[in-house]
Every structure is written in C-alpha cells, then in structure tokens.
C-alpha cells in the first residue's frame, strides 16, 4: 500500500509539471450583451496584431463576433480571462455567468491559402445548446479573405 501511495504521488506531480502554461495567456473581452459563436481569425497578413497587457493577449471581440488579426496563433496552455465590456471599454459585473463554451481551433485549407481560427460560443451552458457554428465560421471566413 506505501509503493502505491508513493506512485500515485508521483503521478501528480508529473501531471502539475506538465500542466505549465505554455503559451501566452489570452485575455477574452466580449460586449455586454453578446451571446452567440465568436471566432477568431488569426495570422491575416493587412490585419492589426493584437494588443498585450504584460503577457497577456487581449482579445476585444467586436459586436459582430469575428476578431481577425495578424496575431500567430499560438498552441499550448495557458491561464485565460473572460470579461464583459460596456460600449466605453469597461470591464462589468457577470451576473448571469456568461461563459466561454465549446471552444475549438482549426486550419482550413493548406500552404499560403491556411486559415486558422478559433470559434467558441459566448453565453450560459443553456444557450451554447441551441444554436450552431457553421454560418459565423462562414462569415468570418468572407471578412477574412474577401
């Protein structure tokens, strides 16, 4: 039972090392009163990058819900935030507890012509159930390459 014990201490602390952030943190502002699919197009060359606090990236959704930028995306791990914006920037109260719900990155495509994105829904885990991704997948993609 000791050997054990000592195993499965072991095997912690070997997934706490691996758990490290491995990428910089990204820093979510959405409108108030957004709640829908947001995806986030990255590495599209004529876009701005996006702006950082210390470490952070800050990624301030527009009311539409596509965010393009030249930004790279990055791959790995990392301690996010998520904040309600008013119309002048400020961070709000979360009463209702909106979230960041089913997340997924892609690439679209190959070679110079690969898209990479992020989508997720923003709203209660109620609302997330009942709506799709497909036709802002496809919005964004007609901003991104027109």
Known sequence: MHRMNRCLLVLLCACFIGA???RSPEVLEVPQLFRGWAVIV???AGYPALPKDGAKLV???PNDGILIT????ES???ADELYLIDDFGNRVA???KVMKHHGTVAVLGSGNQA???TA???GTPAEAKAVSVDSKISEALRKAKP
């Open 20 to 22: 490290e952030q491995t």
């Open 42 to 44: 990255w590495d599209v």
């Open 59 to 61: 990624e301030r959704l």
């Open 70 to 73: 030249s930004t790279h995306l």
């Open 76 to 78: 790995g791990v990392a």
């Open 94 to 96: 979360n009463p209702s």
């Open 115 to 117: 898209v990479h994105l």
């Open 120 to 122: 997720f829904f923003i």
